[in-house]
């Protein structure tokens, strides 16, 4: 691994010393405070042949930071095969090289897995060096379930696909992470009003381990209000957090089973569950099954 120093500014520094170990060494990288680097990871960017990087120019301001002085390349979804083949050409001589994204863990809402891929096809070692990740970050501070949840990335840019990628997930029960553009966040929390209901919790992480960081959480009626009301919460980098569909009871209550059975009177059963699912917040199935268990007189 490399060794460490101090630089004359009192910062950290590595510099080459024993190789690792041939390989591609997916390493996590601060999502903004530089600090939150791994003393693992900077040792395994100072040795490696070949950092492989989204952003060239925002690698190099972490490498500058700890004085780390080694040979970069650009790989991102628009790089040619020509830089791929480059990081394999390294592994086939027994060198090692890091891939890095923006910021975060590479390949959560990043290209990289084509690289990985071909690394693993050709059995080359592929070595996961874990640290900061923005979705799991927000999820571990949204006082929010976490024994199951779902990562969407980033919605789709249009209002209309948004909203119909929205209702494919309105009923599902796990808590849900979203990333968004802060150009889009107004747009994007009106949706989920509009399709997931007001009342449904949710939190914003915003510019997560950076100076103006905003964790909120509220039910999104009044997320949508706090960032209509504030132009601050439209910058940076946006994480969405929000609540599955949660049962309120694994039975059905008499009120709603006497709307329920009064529905399927004039409806099918499965068009009558469905209403009553919206009005409720129940699940379909079990008030399908209600309905076939309790048939209406």
């Known amino acids: 691994m490399g060794r460490q120093g101090t630089s004359r500014h009192g910062c950290a520094y590595y510099y080459k010393g024993q190789s690792v170990e041939s390989g591609l060494y997916v390493v996590a990288t601060p999502i903004g405070n530089l600090g939150d680097i791994s003393a693992r990871a900077l040792e395994?960017?100072?040795?490696?042949?070949?950092?492989?990087?989204?952003?060239?120019?925002?690698?190099?301001?972490?490498?500058?930071?700890?004085?780390?002085?080694?040979?970069?390349?650009?790989?991102?979804?628009?790089s040619d095969q020509r830089a791929a083949q480059r990081v394999m050409q390294?592994?086939?001589?027994?060198?090692?090289?890091?891939?890095?994204?923006?910021?975060?863990?590479?390949?959560?809402s990043d290209p990289g897995y084509r690289l990985v891929r071909e690394a693993q096809d050709l059995g080359y070692r592929v070595i996961p060096l874990p640290g900061p990740c923005a979705a799991v970050a927000a999820l571990s501070v949204s006082g929010l379930p976490t024994d199951r949840f779902m990562f969407e990335g980033f919605l789709p840019n249009k209002s209309g696909t948004r909203s119909n990628r929205l209702r494919e997930l309105q009923q599902r029960e796990e808590t849900l992470i979203f990333y968004e553009a802060p150009h889009r966040i107004e747009d994007?929390?009106?949706?989920?009003?509009?399709?997931?209901?007001?009342?449904?919790?949710?939190?914003?992480?915003?510019?997560?381990?950076?100076?103006?960081?905003?964790?909120?959480?509220a039910p999104l009626g009044e997320l949508l209000a706090f960032v209509q009301g504030d132009s601050n919460q439209q910058r940076g980098e946006i994480v969405l957090v929000v609540a599955g569909l949660r049962q309120r009871s694994s039975e059905v209550d008499p009120e709603t089973a006497r709307l329920l059975q009064r529905l399927a009177q004039d409806l099918p059963g499965k068009?009558?569950?469905?209403?009553?699912?919206?009005l409720s917040g129940l699940r379909k199935k079990l008030l399908y099954d209600y309905l076939l268990a309790h048939p209406s007189s």
């Open 90 to 108: 390294c592994l086939a001589e027994g060198g090692a090289v890091a891939l890095v994204s923006d910021a975060g863990t590479p390949l959560i």
């Open 271 to 278: 068009k009558a569950a469905a209403i009553v699912a919206e």
């Open 44 to 78: 395994v960017l100072a040795a490696v042949d070949l950092i492989a990087a989204e952003d060239t120019r925002h690698s190099a301001q972490l490498l500058q930071h700890y004085a780390i002085d080694n040979t970069v390349l650009a790989y991102h979804e628009h």
């Open 188 to 217: 994007c929390l009106a949706d989920l009003v509009a399709v997931f209901g007001a009342d449904r919790e949710a939190l914003l992480a915003r510019e997560i381990t950076k100076t103006f960081e905003t964790v909120r959480r």
